[in-house]
Each structure stands twice: as structure tokens, then as C-alpha cells.
């Protein structure tokens, strides 16, 4: 049974789109306080990354890079909020330089969030000189898994010194990670 007052209005419907108004408001102000990033996917599959403003007449108002898009509603699937991305394992540039000493040589290493505990053990048996950029594959456990030598960085291509760094990294040992990547890639480079 549906009431009806003398201006037409149907109250249930009435009552039940301000219901959920004030919840897609509630929500959107909530999200906007707390990160303000939002996802969004097309029915096309295409993903925009912005902040959500408002929804007006079927309008989906939402911020890409600092400026306002308009999104027809019937054009998005989802809208995702405050999504989390986990951290993959792969290195990225930017990633800090650290160093720890191993004997006489000082070594250079990247991995994220990750220290060094235990360094490679370097030693040469030539006159050979130069710089051998290691990329090395760690497991949770902190071990390393793999390593390659001779990256981009490296100033050497003498077969010695590549073969001598990628057995003394493969010796050193990062801290455990047991929650982050089951293999995160990390860089190791030593001087001769």
C-alpha cells in the first residue's frame, strides 16, 4: 500500500531514493576524506583513476589529473574506493641506494623496504678493474634465488669479474619479509 499526499508524491519511492542518496553521499564524502582516490571502470574496460565529486543527473563528476570529466552513468560497470595495489616485487628506479661493507669493499645495493644483513663475501684473484651491476631475485626468507650479472650500470665485461660477482651475490642475505612479495628483485653492485 502506497501513501499519497496531496502534492502526488509517492512516499515509499520518495523516502527510498533519499535513503539511497544520502548512503552514495555518505560514502562519497567519507572516501574523499580519507584518501580521495578513486577507480573507475568503463563498460569499454577502460580504468580511470581520479577523484569522485558528484553524481548529478545521471552524471558521474570525477577529477582525472585536475581536471573535471563528465562519465555518463550508463557507460560505468564499477567504482572502486580507496583500492589498495599491492606491492609486486619488482624494483623500481627510485628505489633508495644503501650500502654495507663487506672486508675492504664497499657495496651498493637496492631492494625495498629491505636491508642487507648479511653482505657478499668479495674476493679477486686479478688485476682486472671495474663495476658489476648484480640483479638479484630474493624470496621471503630473505635468500637469494637468482642472480645476473652485468646489468645496465655495470663498467666491466671482463667474464672473471661477472662470474666472481654473481657467486658473491648469490651469498648475501637480506632481512626476512614473510607478508611482502613471494620474490622481489633487487639490484647488488660491486666495485673491484
Not at 14 to 20: A, T, W
Not at 49 to 63: E, I, P, S, Y
Request: proline residues 3%; aromatic residues 10%.
Amino acid at each position: 500500500m502506497f501513501w499519497r499526499f496531496q502534492y502526488g508524491f509517492n512516499f515509499a519511492t520518495d523516502i527510498f531514493n533519499m535513503k539511497n542518496l544520502t548512503i552514495l553521499i555518505a560514502l562519497l564524502c567519507a572516501s574523499l576524506s580519507i584518501y580521495g582516490q578513486h577507480s573507475v571502470i568503463l563498460k569499454s574496460g577502460e580504468k580511470l583513476q581520479g577523484v569522485v565529486l558528484a553524481l548529478q543527473n545521471d552524471t558521474l563528476q570525477m577529477a582525472i589529473d585536475r581536471e573535471m570529466t563528465l562519465i555518463e552513468m550508463k557507460e560505468v560497470t564499477s567504482i572502486f574506493f580507496d583500492e589498495y595495489v599491492p606491492y609486486d616485487g619488482s624494483l623500481l628506479l627510485d628505489d633508495e641506494v644503501k650500502f654495507i661493507k663487506s672486508g675492504k669493499y664497499l657495496i651498493e645495493y637496492q631492494m625495498k623496504d629491505r636491508l642487507m644483513i648479511n653482505a657478499p663475501v668479495v674476493s679477486i684473484g686479478t688485476e682486472d678493474k671495474g663495476k658489476v651491476v648484480v640483479q638479484v631475485t630474493v624470496n621471503r626468507s630473505g635468500l637469494v634465488m637468482k642472480s645476473t650479472p652485468g646489468i645496465t650500470g655495470s663498467t666491466t665485461s671482463s667474464e672473471y669479474l661477472l662470474i666472481k660477482a654473481k657467486f658473491a651475490a648469490q651469498g648475501a642475505r637480506f632481512e626476512p619479509s614473510p607478508n611482502g612479495p613471494i620474490e622481489q628483485k633487487g639490484t647488488i653492485a660491486i666495485t673491484y
